[in-house]
């Protein structure tokens, strides 16, 4: 790790403690540098190599142009974007879980960063990831079900999604959190892809489904608003302001996409 850390092409990204990525200020590009202070092994992480260049983050307090990933991540070229997802997963993992889960004292950073260990109970940690799913749903005439969660802007909606339970697999969460949010069966399944996700550190599993009733009956907790669209219903909507999506980094944004775009496995 150290001898990567003093190579002449490391590259190091930088990003906040509230998880803002240094960025260029005219230009869709991650801001990085070369290291130019002694490698840190408790502060410096080892993202991987791409070309056989090393690429290096540190948590840091920046006084320059900075963006979330999900304000840039659709612009960055997709080694980058996949450069900052990883920054902000092992970051906030580092800044969250300092101590040992079992015995609570203070571990070590080890393996370039990618684990912690435990002196005082023998126990290495590593980053977890939380696994949830996200749904496009669609009904016989090709609707698509877009609802609102609390706490939401006024305008804005998306799909709909939940973290995986323990026991459950991905097809039974999506029945579950569907059933739980907006009282909607669900027929066939069509997987969709993934997104990591680290907002703190979940990765999105995505699928279309068609439903097999329509009428729907909110939690009022979780979800506040809830509602059937035609195309040309969320376009007008869209036009007037009168709902908003997620962004383009999203895979929400690319579900609804395909929708719109009549490409999804139940399109007609």
Known sequence: MKGLWYADDTRLVKMTADGLLAVHPDQPKLWTTRPFVEYDSQRHVLLGLVDDVAWFAVEAVLDQTVKSFREIGAELDPVEADIAVTTSAILNWHRSSPNCSGCGQPTEVTNGGFARFCHHCRREHFPRTDPAVIVAIV??????????????????????????????????????????????????????????????????????ARAVSTEISIDGEEIVQADWFTRTGLDAALSTGEVSLPGPASIAYRLITAWREGTHPFAP
Do not use: K
């Open 139 to 208: 009904d016989d005439q090709d609707r698509l079900l877009l609802a609102r969660a609390a706490g939401w802007d006024n305008n804005r909606v998306s799909i709909l999604a939940g973290f995986v339970e323990a026991g459950e697999s991905f097809e039974h969460a999506v029945h579950r959190e569907i059933a739980e949010e907006v009282d909607v069966s669900l027929g066939e399944l069509h997987y969709a892809g993934s997104q990591p996700w680290p907002f703190p550190r979940s990765v999105m599993i995505g699928f279309f």
